[in-house]
Antibody
Framework: DVQLLESGGGLVQPGGSLRLSCAAS????????MSWVRQGPGKGLEWVSA????????YYADSVNGRFTISRDNSRNTLYLQLNSLRAEDTALYFC????????????WGLGTLVTVSS | QTVVTQEPSFTVSPGGTVTLTCGLS?????????PTWYQQTPGQAPRTLMY???TRSSGVPDRFSGSILGNKAALTITGAQADDESDYYC??????????FGTGTKVTVL
């Protein structure tokens, strides 16, 4: 079975940093594009960032561009999101998701890890 | 960045029909945006209902259908049931690796 397990969330002060991880299993991670999607408390889904299968192409929403960095380690089947210069509005549940190859959708999701930015 | 707009809420009677739409702040939605529709209970992972405009995901009942209506993507629920009460989000592929979610629609079956 496909599994995506996020970790690394927590409480951080404004301006602080955090690194999220997503451990993947049950599929060939190294051939799958991956993304991070977040959902603020009581808010809708927001696409955050994506990375292609070999890690050489990355993409970001305007709201996080320059502050967040997506990366992956295909030898460890793990996706990462480095969050820097955090703001209160970055408070959200962060999901990792697998992009279904060639179909432009996210077919598998993790359960999310909660990031709270507060002083 | 582009804003993708959805109706904030709909109320539909059991057995009734409702059409949710997904539009762009600038321009028209087309099949080239590969519209995807998700159903979500807050705090849980989204469930894929429809992708590539009108292809139902595995296990999704045929009372859900997708289309392009005018300049928007649309999700129609025909014969709404109580367990269709949920939040619905569209997702559009904007090209160059960028995706945007719609603002979401809360559907109440009452």
């Amino acid at each position: 079975d496909v599994q995506l397990l996020e970790s690394g969330g927590g409480l951080v002060q404004p301006g602080g940093s955090l690194r999220l991880s997503c451990a993947a299993s049950g599929f060939t991670f190294s051939t799958s594009a991956m993304s991070w999607v977040r959902q603020g408390p009581g808010k809708g889904l927001e696409w955050v960032s994506a990375i292609n299968s070999d890690g050489f192409s990355t993409y970001y929403a305007d709201s996080v561009n320059g502050r967040f960095t997506i990366s992956r380690d295909n030898s460890r089947n793990t996706l990462y999101l480095q969050l820097n210069s955090l703001r209160a509005e970055d408070t959200a549940l962060y999901f990792c998701a697998r992009e279904s190859s060639g179909w432009y959708l996210y077919d598998y999701w993790g359960l999310g890890t909660l990031v709270t930015v507060s002083s | 960045q582009t804003v993708v707009t959805q109706e904030p809420s709909f109320t539909v009677s059991p057995g009734g029909t409702v059409t949710l739409t997904c539009g762009l702040s600038s321009g028209s939605v087309s099949t080239s945006h590969y519209p995807t529709w998700y159903q979500q209970t807050p705090g849980q992972a989204p469930r894929t209902l429809m992708y590539s405009t009108k292809t139902r995901s595995s296990g999704v009942p045929d009372r859900f259908s997708g289309s392009i209506l005018g300049n928007k993507a649309a999700l129609t629920i025909t014969g709404a049931q109580a367990d269709d009460e949920s939040d619905y989000y569209c997702l559009l592929f904007m090209g160059r690796g960028i995706y945007v979610f719609g603002t979401g629609t809360k559907v109440t079956v009452l």
